[in-house]
């Protein structure tokens, strides 16, 4: 599968924003999609992950409270819905997917086989 990323932008804090993840290829209900991010000189940090039939979704504790993923199968998309943005939110963010994983979602970027380009969100104070 492919991933490509997209919705990133200039924002303000304070602004929302809506990344959107789209997949090549089918049974992407099979796959269980992951958004992680990372800034200049720091690690590459968990943002939130979604089971393959949104069963179960969890999100970083830096993020918990102002972003929501989903996703939508039929259109091979997973959502980022990103509110109340923090210049500390500026990073590139990346998709990632991996297919039939024997547990409903993890939290390590090694785990994901798949991963989209990434696409920049800057968000000014």
């Known amino acids: 599968v492919q991933l490509q990323a997209s919705g990133g932008g200039l924002v303000q804090a304070g602004d929302s924003l809506r990344l959107s993840c789209t997949a090549s290829?089918?049974?992407?209900?099979?796959?269980?999609t992951a958004w992680f991010r990372q800034a200049p000189g720091k690690a590459r940090e968990f943002v939130s992950v979604i089971s393959r039939n949104s069963g179960r979704i969890y999100y970083g504790d830096s993020v918990k409270g102002r972003f929501t993923v989903s996703r939508a199968n039929a259109k091979n998309t997973v959502y980022l819905q990103m509110s109340r943005l923090k210049s500390e939110d500026t990073a590139i963010y990346y998709c990632?997917?991996?297919?039939?994983?024997?547990?409903?979602?993890?939290?390590?970027?090694?785990?994901?086989?798949?991963w989209g380009q990434g696409t920049q969100v800057t968000v000014s104070s």
């Open positions: 290829g089918s049974a992407f209900n099979r796959y269980t």
């Open positions: 990632a997917a991996e297919k039939d994983l024997t547990v409903a979602i993890t939290y390590d970027p090694a785990d994901y086989d798949y």
